[in-house]
């Protein structure tokens, strides 16, 4: 009981978050929570490019004239009635619409496992799993990679998945135990701006260091809601609590903004 009430205690200390303010490129600010930090990174794109890199990411009217509307994946996800905060991290110009992936795209993931400790692939699948569930979006383990390059990806990487230090990235430093966050971009000629891919890196250190399976996941799934489109809340009840320690999995608010994400048209 002792260690479990230390964990919660060294938990309360370090689930907050950095944040980097509007790209491109964002300014960096530093945060007094000295927790968790996300990273949002607008693209630029030409027509061409658009069409034949990744052909949804054009005006939904192209679609339909051409008669290639995409169909969701998965079902949308019903919004819980239950009470919670929830927030995000980016919205589409002048509405409150949230940027968020395409429900008619898969999206996948690899895994590096350099650092990563042995329970990472269960910590990963759960989390997959717990954030399929809440939005409707359909993730893909697609398998290991050797990338770090979490700061300068492509429109085709796949979500990247890493544990690291300080001494790697700087922004682990103190207790600041995870990074999340997506890419997105903005439709030549108009329309939705979505996400294509992100990252989510976690401190090895600290998960050396953490005991609790309850609470390692936590920090994951809390990086997943931030990969998918979540901000912080003030609500203490919530997993995307800034400062954390409160929950330890998703809480009404959070599965209503999740749910909220992955209902989106798709492109």
């Known amino acids: 009981m002792e260690r479990r009430l230390r964990e919660l205690d060294w938990l309360d200390q370090t689930y907050g978050m950095g944040s980097y303010g509007p790209p491109p490129p964002p300014p960096r600010r530093g945060s007094s929570l000295r927790g968790f930090i996300s990273l949002v990174v607008v693209a630029a794109v030409t027509t061409s490019a658009v069409f034949a890199i990744q052909p949804q990411i054009f005006p939904d009217q192209i679609h339909e004239l051409l008669g290639t509307t995409p169909e969701r994946l998965l079902p949308a996800r019903s919004i819980p009635s239950g009470p919670g905060d929830y927030s995000f991290i980016?919205?589409?110009?002048?509405?409150?619409?949230?940027?968020?992936?395409?429900?008619?795209?898969?999206?996948?993931?690899?895994?590096?496992?350099?650092g990563a400790?042995?329970?990472?692939e269960s910590l990963v699948a759960r989390a997959l799993a717990n954030t399929s569930e809440a939005t409707g979006?359909?993730?893909?383990?697609?398998?290991?990679?050797?990338?770090?390059?979490?700061?300068?990806?492509?429109?085709g990487d796949p979500?990247?998945?890493?544990?690291?230090?300080?001494?790697?990235?700087?922004?682990?430093?103190?207790?600041?135990?995870?990074?999340?966050?997506?890419?997105?971009?903005?439709?030549?000629?108009?329309?939705?701006?979505r996400y294509v891919t992100g990252f989510v890196v976690l401190d090895r250190e600290d998960f050396e260091d953490i005991r609790s399976d309850e609470i390692r996941q936590a920090i994951v799934d809390h990086e997943?809601?931030?990969?998918?489109?979540?901000?912080?809340?003030?609500?203490?009840?919530?997993?995307?609590y800034a400062r954390g320690g409160h929950a330890t999995e998703y809480g009404d608010g959070d599965l209503s903004g999740l749910a909220v994400l992955g209902s989106v048209p798709c492109r």
């Not at 400790?117 to 990472?120: A, K, L, R, T």
């Not at 979006?137 to 979490?150: C, I, K, P, S």
């Not at 997943?224 to 995307?240: A, C």
């Open 90 to 114: 980016a919205t589409q110009p002048d509405s409150d619409e949230p940027v968020a992936y395409d429900p008619c795209e898969v999206i996948e993931v690899a895994v590096n496992p350099e």
């Open 117 to 120: 400790p042995g329970d990472h």
């Open 137 to 155: 979006l359909q993730f893909e383990l697609v398998g290991t990679t050797d990338d770090r390059a979490f700061s300068a990806m492509s429109m």
């Open 159 to 193: 979500v990247l998945v890493l544990w690291s230090d300080e001494g790697e990235v700087a922004d682990l430093g103190g207790s600041i135990a995870g990074l999340g966050g997506s890419y997105r971009v903005a439709p030549f000629g108009g329309g939705r701006e």
């Open 224 to 240: 997943f809601g931030h990969l998918v489109g979540l901000g912080h809340v003030t609500d203490t009840r919530q997993l995307m």
